[in-house]
């Protein structure tokens, strides 16, 4: 497959399956809601994606790619952030820019 590097998908999707199995659902919902825990496991995969792809050339980010790289791929591969990226999800960007300058 020639991948070499982790991307924001991959991050999330990693992310929201670990949710899915920690939580009381049995089954990966196809409508993206899971039957016990109400949790909108679409929601969470395109928010946290939204975080990460705004904010992955932020060095604290970059630091955990770089740690994510080594252990998956063996190597610490440098990435680049990408500008422009549309979500079909409503507009978060000044709220989640707000949020994330209070950690930085």
């Not at 050339?57 to 990226?85: M, P, R």
Request: hydrophobic share 40%; charged share 15%; proline share 4%.
């Amino acid at each position: 497959w020639q991948v070499s590097v982790v991307t924001p998908g991959a991050i999330t999707w990693a992310v929201t399956i670990c949710m899915f199995v920690l939580s009381p659902d049995s089954e990966f919902p196809s409508n993206g809601i899971g039957q016990l825990s109400k949790i909108n496991y679409y929601e969470v995969f395109c928010g946290y994606k939204c975080v990460l792809v705004m904010k992955w050339a932020d060095l604290h980010i970059q630091k955990i790619i770089s740690e994510l790289n080594s252990f998956i791929f063996g190597k610490s591969g440098v990435t680049s952030a990408k500008s422009g990226s549309t979500s079909p999800m409503e507009d978060l960007a000044a709220e989640i820019d707000t949020t994330m300058a209070t950690m930085d």
